[in-house]
Structure formats: C-alpha cells, structure tokens
C-alpha cells in the first residue's frame, strides 16, 4: 500500500537521535558530490524543512524529499535490460514506468498493491505512456501470492512500516527474489510510518538477506539487500 494517500503528522516513534553525523548526497548540474553530514548542517536541514512545512504546507515539504528519493531508489536499483522487478506497494505506478522502461521489451515489472483504486489509476498510467511489459496485481506482501525464485529487483518506496507484518513481508520478498537478487529500500522521515536503518537492517538479516550497500542520511536513506547467490 503506498503512503502517498497518508496525511498524517510524522512521527519518530524510535527516539533516534537525528544529529549523528552521517553521509549525505548532493545532486549539482547532474553530478554527485558525497560529504560528511554534520550535526550543524543536519540542524540547517531540519530546520529549512519545518520552515517549509510552517510557510507552504506538509505536502510541499513532502514532495521535495520524494523527488530526491526518487532519484536515489533509482540509481540504487541498477535496473538493466531484461530484469524482472516486483514494485512491492507500487501505488498508482510512480516507479513502475520509469523501472519498466529501464528493463526494456526483454524485461518485466509487476506492481503490487491492496488499493485498488491506486493500481487502477497505475494501469491507466501505463495505457497512456504505451508500454507493454507491465502487469498488476491486487496483493500485499506477505500474502503468500508472489512467485519463488522470480524476480531480479524488489522495491519498498517507504512501504515497508505499513505492512501488516514486517517480517512475513520481506520473507516473501526474499522468497520471491533469485539468488543473487536485490531488495532496495528507501525510508522518509517524513513519513508517518517510517523505519530507522537500524530496524530495516535488523528485520532484513533475520529473513536471510545481507545489507550491499545504505546511501543518503537518517532523513532520507536507500538500502540494498541482497540475496546470498547460490555458491557452485
């Protein structure tokens, strides 16, 4: 289910505390620039995003962090031509027309999601945009309905607090991934239903996956969980 239909006031229900410096990315004129995130610079941040929420809204502030998300789940995922990817959650198709025009003709990606309103409005999207290799499903992670060993690429777009069950969610998702295959997760703060790195990483390495790589802050992180390949 995407949270993107939520209008709650976010919370921080872990207690963690923002101020530990970490690694931030920068986007200028198309290039990355990584450095160390400093607890003064975190305060600027924190404090430039309450100052948009106050003066334009929670939806504006919200929409800036899901548009530098957007761009960091995508350069995450590493998408090539003839992947099979599962968009767990996919909402009315935010990334599943971008990630299926990155695997091609070759490839495929399967949205999922429990409103059916918002895979409605998702399969409209893909009508109009003329792309082919594209199918939907009314299910939620954990349900038992994904196939085992199918897929390449699995995405959480800040989905994954909003499951039922946490665990049985990314069992089946490392179920349904091929060895060798990557779950990318990407958490908002922002957003109501929001999961510390320390708790994905947790819940991730207890079903068997193994963190490859985190990129971006305690605000705004992706993480990649791979499936251990089967070793010959």
């Not at 091609?104 to 399969?123: F, H, N, P, Y």
């Not at 060895?179 to 922002?190: A, H, K, Q």
């Amino acid at each position: 289910m995407s949270f993107f239909s939520h209008h709650a006031a976010p919370t921080n229900r872990q207690g963690r505390n923002l101020l530990i410096p970490c690694k931030v990315s920068f986007f200028v004129e198309g290039f990355k620039v990584e450095k160390l995130m400093t607890p003064l610079l975190t305060i600027v941040v924190l404090f430039a995003l309450v100052f948009v929420v106050a003066f334009t809204g929670y939806a504006v502030a919200w929409l800036l962090l899901i548009n530098a998300g957007n761009r960091l789940t995508l350069r995450q995922l590493a998408l090539k031509p003839g992947m099979n990817v599962v968009d767990v959650g996919c909402g009315s198709g935010r990334f599943t027309i971008p990630m299926a025009q990155q695997v091609g003709s070759t490839g495929e990606v399967l949205g999922i999601d429990i409103q059916a309103g918002k895979l409605q409005r998702a399969e409209q999207r893909v009508q109009a945009a003329g792309i082919k290799n594209v199918r939907f499903e009314l299910a939620g992670a954990g349900e038992g309905k994904l196939t085992h060993e199918r897929f390449d690429r699995a995405l959480l777009f800040a989905v994954l607090g909003e499951t039922s069950n946490c665990e049985a969610a990314l069992a089946e998702i490392f179920q349904t991934l091929k060895p060798g295959g990557i779950l990318s997760v990407t958490e908002g703060f922002l957003d109501p239903h929001y999961q510390n790195r320390e708790r994905v990483r947790r819940l991730a390495q207890a079903v068997g996956f193994i963190e490859e790589s985190c990129s971006g802050n305690r605000l705004l992180f992706t993480m990649n969980l791979l499936k251990p390949p089967i070793l010959r």
